[in-house]
Every structure is written in structure tokens, then in C-alpha cells.
């Protein structure tokens, strides 16, 4: 019966566990790094928190069951979620990742697992002849982010499922942007799933977490390996944390992804900007297939102002979203990708990327989509005023 239940109700029933003993509307936060075992010969399911704990096991159960795959995993960042993914491969074996992959990830790829004998090969996912092209005999995963950050182009998950399957390979997407709200990539074809939940999940700026999720046994006992293995798993507060932002997701990101194509909408009549990239408007090239595997554009957008210093005095001249790194909160935040989330990049591979100097991240939160736009007007008319102040003085 519970199959039935739409994903609003889900989310509630899966995140709130009625104590047996007390009563208590929440999961009780277990701050006990040992568990005491009543038989000699047979312990019981928890012995020390590193491999399990009830508070946890409560986050991993609901991310598991909202993404449909058959177990889920907390870590202590997002980072290493996707690191742990990644050590899923051996010397010798090789990935197929993005080109615009995000920047801790390219840094993984690149600094560390290289010096594993772990290789990779960037191409762009959104071109599925690039995708068949990179894989070779020894190719064992192709990494999606759809849609990707910062540029927000959409790689068609279904089609290089498809393509892994074939080459017998895995298919890793992160989710991160979209959620289990807005798409399920495991429905899709996927294998794993992974999420900075650090973002839309948390919701609230006050936690660092990751979360993935297998869809199948032998790849859930191997993930569970290493996740005990390496230790980087999530803390009990903050899993509890986790737990309750979790609670309001579907609410919380709906309203945002709703303002976040108004205001798309709007940047997209403004000569101010050369482009906006946002999968939910029509124009975008991979609008198409995003409504196909997606229920939304989501709720974060990129615009490209003319340059560094029109980006600068855009910045300077908001006064509703926060200018920081990160995503995914109730408060609107605006970023800098060339300084920030992309800054391991170099300007050759920025540029590579789509991410111009004069590109902006923007986050959209649960402000009036009105009064962002309103602000985003005064910042945007700052650029022309500052523009024409230039031309006077060299006049």
C-alpha cells in the first residue's frame, strides 16, 4: 500500500518515525559511538557507529527509498560521497566524466586518483557520440551531472545508461541539482546515485553531508565496504540534521524552481545579459530532453553578464541574495563560478566549459520571486549607469 502513496506523502512517512518506546514524533539522536552486545557469540545489528548507528540508518533508509534504489549511504560531505564512488575502481580501470564536471570532482580526477592508476577521459555529455567514442576495453564508469553546474547543460540519462549497459560499465549520475523531487535517474537506467546534500536536501546553509544510493545489492555491499572502510560517514547530528531539512524538500524546492524560471524568464528579456542557461526555458538545447526525464528546470540558474567587472558591480549592488559558495537554500545565493565552485579549473579549461568571466550562479531560495527581481533590477541598471559614467569620463 504504501507503494501507492504519492512522493509528498512519502517523504513525510519516511522521515518521521514514531519512537516504539516513548512515543517521540522523531528519530532519536543516538550520540553513542559503541553499542553493548547482550550475546557472546551472536552481536546484534549495531556495535560502533562507524558502521552503522539507528540515526543514521533512519537518513539511509528514506534517500534509498525516495530514489527507488535498494540502500542508501550518508558520508561527511559530498566530496566524499563521490570520492568513495570513484574508489569503486581499480589501477588500470578508466571513466568517462564531463567536461564541466564540478570542481572538487575534476581535483579528485585529476590529483588523486590519477596517482592511483585510476584514468579518465572528459567529454561532453550531452553529445552521446562523444560518450561511445571515450570508452575503451578497461572503461568501468561514465559520471553524469544533469543538469550540470555551472553551465546547466542536460545529458540525456536513459541514452548512456543504455550505452554503459553495452559496454558493461556503470552509470553514475549526480543528482544534486535536480533531487529525487524533480528526477529519479535510477528509474532512468543509472546505477548509483549521489547527492551533495550539503545543498537542496539540507536546505538550511548548517550542514555538510553526501548521500548516494545503489541501485542493486552487489553494488550496495561493495559501496557499504568502503564506506566502512574508509570511514568518511556522516555524523549522528548532523545525520538528524539532515533528516529534519529532508522533511521539507518537496515544498522547499518547488517553490524555489517556480520563482527560479520567473526570474529566468526575466533575465532572458534583459540586454544586459548575454545568456541565461536554464533548462526550463524553451529555448534551452536541452529542454527537451529534461522534460523527459525531469519534472522541473530547478531551481538554479546561470547568467552571463558582459563581463568580470559587469559581474562585479552586479554583485555589489544586490542586497537580497548572499554572494557565497554553495546552493540549495532557503536563502537566495549568488556565486561566482571562475573564482569559486570552478576555480581548480583553468582559464583554457573554464573557457573549455562555458564559463565565461562575466558568468553568474544564482540559487534561487524562498524570497517573493518579485522582490529578487525587483533587486536584480537595481543591479542590472547599476552596470548601465556604471557603463555610461565610463563613457562620459573618456568623452
Known amino acids: 500500500m504504501a507503494d501507492d502513496y504519492q512522493f509528498s506523502t512519502r517523504i513525510v512517512r519516511d522521515t518521521v518515525r514514531v519512537d516504539p518506546e516513548t512515543g517521540a514524533a522523531n528519530v532519536p539522536v543516538y550520540l553513542s559511538s559503541t553499542f553493548h552486545q547482550r550475546d557472546f557469540d551472536h552481536f546484534g545489528k549495531y556495535d560502533y557507529t562507524r558502521s552503522g548507528n539507528p540515526t543514521r540508518d533512519a537518513l539511509e533508509n528514506a534517500i534509498a527509498d525516495l530514489e527507488g534504489g535498494v540502500r542508501g549511504f550518508a558520508f561527511a560531505s559530498g566530496m566524499a560521497a563521490i570520492s568513495t564512488a570513484f574508489l569503486l575502481l581499480s589501477a588500470g580501470d578508466h571513466a568517462v ?3 564541466n564536471v564540478y570542481g572538487g570532482t575534476f581535483r579528485i580526477l585529476t590529483e588523486v586518483l590519477g596517482r592511483l592508476g585510476i584514468d579518465h577521459t572528459f567529454v561532453d555529455t550531452t553529445r552521446l557520440d562523444e560518450v561511445r567514442s571515450a570508452i575503451r576495453p578497461n572503461t568501468k564508469v561514465i559520471y553524469v551531472e544533469t543538469p550540470s553546474n555551472p553551465t546547466l547543460k542536460v545529458s540525456d540519462i536513459r541514452a548512456i545508461a543504455k550505452i554503459a549497459k553495452v559496454h558493461r560499465c556503470y552509470t553514475f549520475v549526480d543528482n544534486t541539482f535536480m533531487t529525487p523531487v524533480f528526477q529519479r535517474p535510477l528509474q532512468l537506467g543509472a546505477d548509483l546515485v549521489l547527492h551533495s546534500a550539503t545543498k537542496f536536501i539540507s536546505g538550511h546553509s548548517d550542514v555538510i553531508a553526501g548521500l548516494a544510493v545503489a541501485g542493486n545489492k552487489e553494488l550496495a555491499d561493495k559501496l557499504y565496504f568502503l564506506q566502512n572502510a574508509l570511514g568518511a560517514v556522516l555524523g549522528v547530528q548532523d545525520s538528524w540534521l539532515l533528516l529534519r531539512g529532508l522533511k521539507t524538500l518537496d515544498v522547499r524546492i518547488k517553490k524555489s524552481a517556480a520563482s ?30 529534461q522534460k523527459q526525464q525531469a519534472m522541473s528546470g530547478g531551481a538554479v540558474l546561470s547568467f552571463e553578464l558582459e563581463n568580470e567587472e559587469a559581474a562585479h558591480t552586479f554583485v555589489n549592488h544586490v542586497s537580497l541574495p548572499i554572494f557565497a559558495v554553495s546552493l540549495g537554500a532557503v536563502e537566495s545565493i549568488l556565486s561566482y563560478p571562475p573564482k569559486m565552485s570552478h576555480a581548480e579549473l583553468s ?25 529578487l527581481i525587483k533587486d536584480f533590477t537595481r543591479g542590472l541598471t547599476a552596470i548601465n549607469e556604471k557603463k555610461q559614467e565610463t563613457v562620459t569620463s573618456v568623452n
Open 97 to 99: 566524466v564531463p567536461k
Open 347 to 371: 582559464e583554457a579549461e573554464r573557457i573549455k566549459a562555458g564559463i565565461g568571466s562575466g558568468l553568474l550562479r544564482l540559487s534561487v531560495g524562498l524570497e517573493d520571486a518579485d522582490d
Open 260 to 289: 527560479a524560471l520567473k526570474i529566468a524568464s526575466f533575465f532572458s528579456d534583459r540586454p544586459e545579459v548575454k545568456k541565461v542557461f536554464y533548462p526550463g526555458l524553451p529555448g534551452h538545447p536541452g529542454s527537451k530532453i
